[in-house]
């Protein structure tokens, strides 16, 4: 199962004008071979041309993390953006989940 995020209030550091991402993440626990998900990528991508930047792969969870450790380099070669949760959370100093009243 996967689905596309967008992450409305992301800021690239090295592309303070753009704001906003969209990331393709599959669920936390569930191995997905590599080649699924660049197929994927690619399907969502040719299918989303209004996207004002290249869609992001984020790998969720110790599962995807170890994973995508193993192949990385390929996606950076085959220009697949790619994006972890480190860098996608950087610039956050707090996470409100519910602003209560």
Known sequence: MGSVVAYDNYSD??????????????????????????QAYHTISAAMPFLPAALAYHPV?????????????????KNIRSIDTDSLFAQLDSAILNKGV
Not at 14 to 36: C, I, M, N, R
Not at 61 to 77: P, V, W
């Open 61 to 77: 969870g110790n599962t995807h993390e170890l994973e995508y450790a193993g192949f990385a380099r390929q996606f950076a070669d």
């Open 13 to 38: 550091a090295e592309s303070p004008q753009q704001h906003g991402l969209y990331a393709l993440e599959f669920w936390p626990t569930d191995p997905v071979p590599e080649k699924l998900i660049e």
